[in-house]
T-cell receptor, first 110, second 116 residues
């Protein structure tokens, strides 16, 4: 079964801190791993994505770390801001279909 | 670039009626679009893959006769919920796949359906 496990379910981080969300997968056919940010009542927006032949990708305050052998990848949000408070989903793609993680509700407190 | 719109943003309908949701790619042509359903505080679940000019491919457990999908042009896919019931109330989100490069999916803003 194609599953993507995501943790934690919720996360509270102080402003300026680092937010870390983790995902793990089983299916080695996944070939693309995007992260999405979703605000209440809105559709998901692509944040950053990585391919399995790369171990790390950084875009601004967002970094993906990818461990192919462990089948794990994570999102790091540096210098977290209140505007980052949202639900984050990891996803994995196989045969053009996306499988989503269960989501992490991130709250940044002042 | 890569903007996807949905219409309506929210709709309320009575049980037993049908409702149509439109998904448009505004600045690119999308041969493939996807329809997802998201229940409150849950993840996105893929319902079906919509290919322009051909029949949609439905995920296991999704009733194709209840959720009619039409992808008649390269920029428009529609989802019709037929004979809607309260349990169909959900947030429906479409995505469109860019036809080159990373083949990334860009998501619409979603449609909140409430069936009374």
């Amino acid at each position: 079964q194609q599953q993507v496990k995501q943790s934690p379910q919720s996360l509270i981080v102080q402003k300026g801190g680092i937010s870390i969300i983790n995902c793990a997968y089983e299916n080695t056919a996944f070939d693309y791993f995007p992260w999405y940010q979703q605000f209440p009542g809105k559709g998901p927006a692509l944040l950053i994505a990585i391919r399995p032949d790369v171990s790390e990708k950084k875009e601004g305050r967002f970094t993906i770390s990818f461990n192919k052998s462990a089948k794990q990848f994570s999102l790091h949000i540096m210098d977290s801001q209140p505007g980052d408070s949202a639900t984050y989903f990891c996803a994995a793609r196989s045969n053009e279909k996306l499988t989503f993680g269960t989501g992490t509700r991130l709250t940044i407190i002042p | 670039g890569a903007v996807v719109s949905q219409h309506p943003s929210w709709v309320i309908c009575k049980s037993g009626t049908s409702v149509k949701i439109e998904c448009r790619s505004l600045d690119f042509q999308a041969t493939t679009m996807f329809w997802y359903r998201q229940f409150p505080k849950q993840s996105l679940m893929l319902m079906a893959t919509s290919n322009e000019g051909s029949k949609a491919t439905y995920e296991q457990g999704v009733e194709k006769d209840k959720f009619l999908i039409n992808h008649a042009s390269l920029t428009l896919s529609t989802l019709t919920v037929t004979s809607a019931h309260p349990e169909d109330s959900s947030f429906y989100i479409c995505s469109a796949r860019v036809p080159q490069g990373s083949y990334e999916q860009y998501f619409g803003p979603g449609t909140r359906l409430t069936v009374t």
